[in-house]
């Protein structure tokens, strides 16, 4: 089993649409989460950053995480197509080094 | 601009050649990372370096060697002995000389296909 778990998707919207993309983790001790964004043949660039549990909120992008679950989600309001992207989400442990990376989600927006 | 540039985009290499992937960082990080992607899976570490002239073996360094003789350059070479050497690699740097500082700020990365 894989310590962070995300579906590949695709996943397709219509533009405007509220997006969800989620991972979940076996590891108890990771305390801060990460999203990033990643345009075709291009490097990942960080979206949002979390400590531990609860809500983080940035423009359309809101960042959840559920430790009780180990469960963590992205949310995309009034999605574009510029969103079209895939979608990792990375956590690491406290005291850890290591960030742990999920394969990504494709999502594609349609105009 | 500060940023990350790795260099070349694309690079074609015969099997059996040693290849040199560069990385350059102008944002004054300590830290400093070499990752490889793979269709279907996470960014999987190979080195990572925290402070200059040192650096330590990520989880998939077999068949790769790196250097780091300089603050903004890590350099990896992809030796003959990599299995299966075709990927795209990427580079990374974070702050501080803690390697547990978790925002790394990503180049944009390397295409290598050995036939």
């Known amino acids: 089993q894989k310590e962070v778990e995300q579906d590949p998707g695709p996943l397709s919207v219509p533009e405007g649409a509220i997006v969800s993309l989620n991972c979940t983790y076996s590891?108890?001790?990771?305390?801060?989460f990460m999203w990033y964004r990643q345009y075709s043949r291009k490097g990942p660039e960080l979206l949002m950053y979390?400590?531990?549990?609860g809500n983080k909120e940035d423009g359309r992008f809101t960042a959840q995480v559920d430790k009780s679950s180990k469960y963590i989600s992205l949310f995309i309001r009034d999605s574009q197509p510029s969103d079209s992207a895939t979608y990792l989400c990375?956590?690491?442990?406290?005291?850890?080094?290591?960030?742990?990376f999920g394969a990504g989600t494709r999502l594609f927006v349609k105009a | 601009d500060g940023g990350i540039t790795q260099s070349p985009k694309y690079l074609f290499r015969k099997e059996g050649q040693n290849v040199t992937l560069s990385c350059e960082q102008n944002?004054?990080?300590?830290?400093m990372y070499w990752y490889r992607q793979d269709p279907g899976q996470g960014l999987r570490l190979i080195y990572y370096?925290?402070?200059?002239?040192?650096?330590q073996k990520g989880d998939i360094a077999e068949g790769y060697s790196v250097s780091r003789e300089k603050k903004e350059s890590f350099p990896l070479t992809v030796t003959s002995a990599q299995k299966n050497p075709t990927a795209f690699y990427l580079c990374?740097?974070?702050?501080?000389?803690?390697?547990?500082?978790?925002?790394?700020?990503f180049g944009p990365g390397t295409r290598l296909t050995v036939t």
């Open positions: 944002l004054n990080h300590d830290a």
């Open positions: 370096s925290q402070i200059v002239n040192d650096f």
């Open positions: 990374a740097s974070s702050h501080g000389r803690q390697v547990t500082s978790r925002e790394q700020y």
């Open positions: 990375a956590m690491s442990a406290t005291g850890g080094f290591k960030t742990i």
């Open positions: 979390t400590y531990s549990s």
């Open positions: 590891n108890s001790a990771f305390q801060y």
